[in-house]
């Protein structure tokens, strides 16, 4: 069974920098493309950013320059470095992995406000 499990989301003010994980299980992540997701209230959820295998990433807009995702296969898991948050950040932030599914783990709170 695949499980992805987020942690590290929190309230911080502007300009602040969180640090998000997603620990993998049930899944060799290191054969698969892994991505994050965020969904704002009454939004669409959208892609943030996702690296492939070996690596290559890709970003949102609105993420680079921002945000860096990277990945530790060794510990099957995944990682969203967000710094220079805005208010506009404040969303659920999902980790998300297709490889014969589509699995999502639970999500992760992030809400930048002062």
């Known amino acids: 069974q695949v499980q992805l499990v987020e942690s590290g989301g929190g309230s911080v003010q502007p300009g602040g920098s969180l640090k998000l994980t997603c620990v993998a299980s049930?899944?060799?992540?290191?054969?698969?493309?892994m991505n994050w997701y965020r969904q704002a209230p009454g939004k669409d959820r959208e892609l943030v950013a996702g690296i492939s295998r070996g690596g290559p990433t890709i970003y949102a807009d609105f993420a680079k320059g921002r945000f860096t995702i990277s990945r530790d296969d060794a510990k099957n898991a995944v990682y969203l470095q967000m710094n220079s948050l805005k208010p506009e950040d404040t969303a659920v932030y999902y980790c998300n992995v297709f490889s014969i599914s589509e699995y999502w783990g639970q999500g992760t709170q992030v809400t930048v406000s002062s």
């Open positions: 049930g899944i060799n992540i290191r054969r698969y493309r």
